[in-house]
Nanobody
Framework: QVQLVESGGGLVQAGGSLRLSCAASGRTFRNYAVGWFRRAPGKEREFVALVGLSGGNTRYTDSVKDRFTASRDFAKKTVYLQMNSLKPEDTAVYYC????????????????WGQGTQVTVSS
């Protein structure tokens, strides 16, 4: 069974950068697509980015395009979310999630979730 652990969150000023990591356990992780989601205070969970099995298939929500980059390192069994030019509206708890095979933006289709990591962007 795959398990996920996020890290890399923290407090950063607007315009700064953070890199979130999602470390996986389990030998079959390469068969799982990974999505990044976030939940801001008082808001619903929203899709942020996804990275497919090959690592080359990525997709982003419009608000983070050209600022965030999702990638995966198969040797380290880790998926990353590089976040640049951060804005206060990016403040949220960020979660990575995994599902077998196809990467999709709907969180309801993901069965494995990490514990989340807090990202706070100050203005």
């Amino acid at each position: 069974q795959v398990q996920l652990v996020e890290s890399g969150g923290g407090l950063v000023q607007a315009g700064g950068s953070l890199r979130l990591s999602c470390a996986a356990s389990g030998r079959t992780f390469r068969n799982y697509a990974v999505g990044w989601f976030r939940r801001a205070p008082g808001k619903e969970r929203e899709f942020v980015a996804l990275v497919g099995l090959s690592g080359g298939n990525t997709r982003y929500t419009d608000s983070v395009k050209d600022r965030f980059t999702a990638s995966r390192d198969f040797a380290k069994k880790t998926v990353y979310l590089q976040m640049n030019s951060l804005k206060p509206e990016d403040t949220a708890v960020y979660y990575c999630a995994a599902r077998p095979l196809e990467a999709v933006p709907e969180g309801a289709h993901y069965t494995i979730w990490g514990q989340g990591t807090q990202v706070t962007v100050s203005s």
